[in-house]
């Protein structure tokens, strides 16, 4: 990398690269990805291939080193230099930021992988042949293409394909909207003969509600507002589907934030990244968001993405304000029994 890119582009973001090209996950974290998968009993070969994604597996980790990051501010230690420490631990083979995160996240409720869990299932009961690459899932390298890193992006799309073609894959249905519009969009333009029909976990959750007629149901009512993340809207441009999922569920009540607001011109909430280059920006970006949503009288704040998740989540909390964040996921779950 040259120097005069290492000027423009924040810390934070080149130390994502260096994990994905070097640990295959934007967090550097040692383990085991597909421990969430263990008791679904998956197989390997399906009519679609679940695609997990790093978002969901590694967020519990990222709020714990957010926290982290945030003590660190307090004593004087900037993201840079906490990054540059990190490497120099790094050097005589400790992974520091995957002891931090595993420790952050020790004893808290993991509420991001169990989401992984509640989607699959989710597909079973309507009928979709979902299957699972397990250890072989690679990072689809979104990061990488949103910090500006092409050339690595690059490489790394066609090394994925060759995975994917090498295992017999020929459908994909993503859950992470960053990774879905990677692997749908961005993957075409740059690797030669790439013919993966890609799809939205959402997307075909609304086909399979209409072709089954199946009913979910809430036990209790539950009135909510819905964000929709960026990548979902305005990426992969899916803005009726989720309303037609949350639409075919008793029980649901979405109340819609004024129309400058939602669907395709829904405000960002800041998450997706700007926590880790502007986290001022994020934190205001959060608070307005969620202001915005708590003004439609909802008791409980839903989206469909993993970083918009915690976003709000962080928002809620640091507003004291008295209301529930989940995923449409959790809600769509529950709803089908």
């Not at 003590?71 to 990054?83: C, N, Y």
């Not at 994925?160 to 969009?185: H, M, Y």
């Not at 149901?217 to 309303?243: F, G, M, N, W």
Request: proline share 4%.
């Amino acid at each position: 990398m040259n120097k005069s890119l290492k000027e423009v582009v924040p810390i934070p973001h080149i130390y994502i690269r260096g994990n994905i090209l070097e640990k295959g996950n934007m967090l550097g974290v040692a383990g085991d990805k597909a421990a969430w998968a263990k008791d679904l009993n998956l197989p390997r070969n399906a009519e679609f291939t679940f695609f997990a994604g790093c978002g969901y597996q590694f967020m519990r980790y990222v709020e714990g080193m957010m926290k982290a990051a945030a003590s660190m501010e307090k004593i004087g230690l900037g993201m840079e230099r906490s990054i540059g420490i990190s490497k120099v631990f790094g050097k005589i083979g400790i992974n520091l930021p995957s002891i931090t995160a595993k420790v952050t996240a020790a004893g808290k409720e993991d509420t991001y992988t169990i989401i992984l869990v509640s989607a699959a299932r989710i597909l079973q009961k309507l009928g979709v042949d979902i299957g699972y690459m397990y250890e072989d899932e690679p990072c689809c390298g979104s990061p990488l293409y949103y910090s500006g890193f092409l050339d690595d992006y690059i490489e790394n799309a066609n090394k994925n394909f060759e995975v994917f073609k090498s295992l017999g894959i020929q459908r994909l249905i993503g859950l992470i909207p960053a990774c879905t519009a990677s692997l749908r969009d961005y993957y075409p333009k740059y690797v030669e003969g790439y013919d993966l029909e890609v799809y939205h976990f959402i997307e075909v959750v609304a086909q399979r509600l209409k072709e089954t007629n199946i009913k979910p149901k809430l036990k209790e009512k539950l009135t909510i507002a819905y964000h929709d993340p960026c990548q979902l809207s305005r990426y992969l441009e899916i803005v009726d589907a989720p309303r037609e999922v949350m639409a075919s569920i008793k029980g649901l009540e979405l109340r819609e934030p004024d129309p400058e607001q939602c669907k395709q011109w829904s405000t960002c909430c800041g998450g997706g990244g700007l926590e880790a280059g502007s986290p001022e920006l994020c934190e205001r970006l959060g608070l307005r968001r969620v202001e915005e949503l708590l003004n439609t009288g909802a008791n409980v704040i839903v989206s469909h993405c993993p970083a918009c998740v915690m976003q709000l989540k962080r928002s809620t909390e640091k507003m004291k304000a008295d209301v529930n964040v989940m995923d449409l996921v959790e809600i769509l779950d529950e709803a089908l029994g």
